[in-house]
């Protein structure tokens, strides 16, 4: 088990269905507080990604737009690519949803290129697939009715 998992690993037991994930929030702010106390980057963070996540159900979107943030410029300073590929995306997405388009579609773009630089599928078709999205409402925005 990792030193994330250990620390982190009781957010799991928090669903959509528990509180509002107040308890894991809770854990994963203490994590936090660990991982700069003793200087580890890739835990601070793997933890503010996941503060991200477990916010996206609340409406703070400003919050979930800074943890997103803080975890990309952390991997942006210590060279992680897959977490780095990882916040785009997530980033992007947030964006998207908050109706953002430009934004989102500037991260997505730099997701979808670190993801095919890495062979990295995943990212790679998430990315497409909300670039896709964009594209789709952006067009619904410019045609006239019929």
Known sequence: MTHIAAIAGPCHLYGPN????????????????????????????STLEMLGEINRAGNDHAKVEEYFKQALAIY?????TLGRANSLVALGEVLVRQGR??????FL?????????LDYEWARNRSNSL??????????LVEPPL
Do not use: M
């Open 18 to 45: 528990g509180a509002p994930y107040a308890k894991a929030e809770e854990y994963l702010t203490q994590a936090l507080a660990i991982f700069k106390s003793i200087g580890s980057s890739h835990g601070q963070a």
């Open 76 to 80: 942006q300073r210590t060279g992680g």
């Open 101 to 106: 388009h430009s934004e989102g579609k500037s």
């Open 109 to 117: 773009h730099d997701a979808a290129e670190l993801a095919s630089q």
């Open 131 to 140: 670039l896709a999205e964009v594209l789709e409402a952006e067009k619904s």
